[in-house]
């Protein structure tokens, strides 16, 4: 197989080289995207380049030959889950539209998953649509989309310049002392990372929290609540296997939730999002209650 090449069209041009490719290869993990970059895999005319990298119009881009550049207009989308998304819908306007996003729908498909969200949102509104940010597949709530590059461009800067403000509702184990919060670097490559974590409800043997974060780690919020000593409910990575076990017997969800999203648009509007907890959470709280 020889390697596949697309030339950058006027469209595309002064994007980042990670987000282009997040937008093309819609159905491949954000991992795997900077896995090939890393490893020189995808390149730009000819050079190893950055996620960070901006392309440009005329430029060569060079993807490994065992990628499938998915057909956009034939991805089949079974037509109850784009009625559980069209139900999701917390917020729409000309520029963005937010969903209170389902627990088991992944945001990019992969291995175990033909299609993610951002398939499906795009099966209903358009090629045009672009994700903004991501949450885990068992985590419901905000997920944010934009309507064209522009506000996509926005949101990214937004998002970096940490300026949009997210709040998550979290069940962990055992009994917090107290409001904490926790400013301990996470991922492989230790990025900084900030959580705060406020006591809601105590229970016998759980506490439910709201958790700001001010930075957007990947599960930053349930490696922080691990190393804390308090594990998010039902997480199958970071939590305590056995403890979780007797849960999951009567409520498998995990027990996070992005409840609040706040941002200010390229029009200096600002938007306020909240996704309430759906029945499985309240299921799991009454467990404890």
């Given at each position: 197989m020889s390697v596949k090449k697309i030339v950058?069209?006027?469209d595309n041009s002064n994007r980042r080289l990670d987000n282009y490719l997040m937008s093309l290869l819609f159905d491949i993990p954000k991992s795997k995207i900077y896995s090939m970059i890393r490893k020189g895999e995808i390149r730009i005319n000819s050079g190893r380049v950055k996620p960070s990298s901006?392309?440009?119009?005329g430029d060569n881009l060079r993807l490994p030959p065992y990628i499938t550049i998915p057909l956009k207009d034939k991805v089949y989308i079974p037509e109850h889950l784009k009625a559980l998304i069209k139900k999701s819908i917390i917020y729409d306007d000309t520029?963005?539209?937010?969903?209170n996003k389902p627990i088991g729908l992944a945001v990019h498909g992969g291995t175990d998953n033909?299609?993610?969200v951002i398939s499906i949102m795009r099966s209903i509104f358009g090629h045009s649509i672009d994700l903004c940010h991501r949450i885990d597949k068992e985590t419901s709530g905000c997920l944010v989309f934009s309507k064209n590059k522009k506000s996509s461009k926005h949101f990214y800067e937004q998002l970096t310049g940490r300026k949009v403000n997210k709040v998550y509702r979290a069940l962990l184990k055992g009994r917090l002392a107290k409001n904490i919060e926790i400013k301990t670097p996470v991922g492989d490559n230790r990025q900084s990372a900030q959580s705060k974590f406020k006591i809601i409800k105590k229970f016998k043997n759980s506490t439910y929290v709201e958790v700001q974060i001010f930075t957007g780690r990947t599960h930053q919020i349930r490696v922080h609540a691990n190393e804390m000593g308090h594990p998010i409910i039902n997480d199958k990575k970071y939590g305590d296997w056995d403890y979780n076990k007797k849960i999951?017997?009567?409520v498998k969800r995990m027990g996070l939730h992005a409840h609040k999203l706040s941002f200010v648009d390229k029009d200096s509007i600002e938007i306020n999002l909240i996704a309430d907890i759906d029945e499985t959470f309240e299921d799991l709280i009454n467990v404890f209650n």
């Open positions: 950058i069209d006027v901006k392309i440009q119009s520029n963005f539209i937010a969903i033909k299609f993610g999951s017997k009567k």
